[in-house]
């Protein structure tokens, strides 16, 4: 397996070349890191021996460049370029990033040896049990993708720090 680190840098590579340079049109953030996370030229076993960025480095990396990506998503006029038509390459990284998530996740399934994540434990559940969860309602509606174009003339729309799609209804 790659070190997590690794696959956490190369998510946000992923997505400055197609999201922040491709789709944004900016200037590349970290140019010199292109190669150490391309996929294709190192082997999973290789990435140990790669001068990586640390885990700190990688994380302001990574939130620099979904800053970068969200403001490439408000500029997007998600239509004209094959890239961009129905938010295409948006849709194509955040599958990328769940892909690795997987990968880090088994990462961390195979491990042996003592933890390496420390984290508060999960809060108590309160008297009572847990709250109950409202029954959903239905609708007549048929379901769409979450990429589907909407029939609506508003265009989409995300928050600066919130990755959800919506779109304003005519």
Not at 77 to 88: D, I, N, T
Not at 125 to 130: A, E, F
Request: aromatic fraction near 6%; include cysteine.
């Amino acid at each position: 397996m790659s070190p997590l680190v690794w696959d956490l840098a190369h998510i946000g590579s992923q997505e400055e070349l197609w999201l922040v340079r491709d789709v944004g049109g900016r200037e590349p953030l970290r140019p010199e890191i292109d190669g150490l996370y391309d996929a294709f030229q190192h082997t999973r076993a290789s990435r140990v021996q790669l001068p990586l960025l640390t885990p700190a480095e990688t994380r302001r990396y990574v939130a620099e460049v979904r800053e970068k990506a969200l403001e490439a998503l408000e500029h997007s006029p998600l239509r004209g370029r094959r890239l961009e038509e129905h938010a295409f390459a948006f849709g194509m990284i955040v599958q990328h990033e769940q892909q690795h998530d997987e990968t880090m996740l088994a990462t961390h399934q195979l491990r042996a040896g003592s933890p390496v994540l420390h984290a508060e434990p999960p809060p108590a559940v309160p008297v009572g049990g847990p709250p109950r969860l409202s029954r959903p309602r239905y609708s007549s509606r048929p379901a769409r993708s979450a990429w589907a174009p909407r029939p609506s003339r508003g265009r989409w729309t995300t928050s600066a720090r919130r990755t959800r799609w919506s779109c304003p209804r005519s």
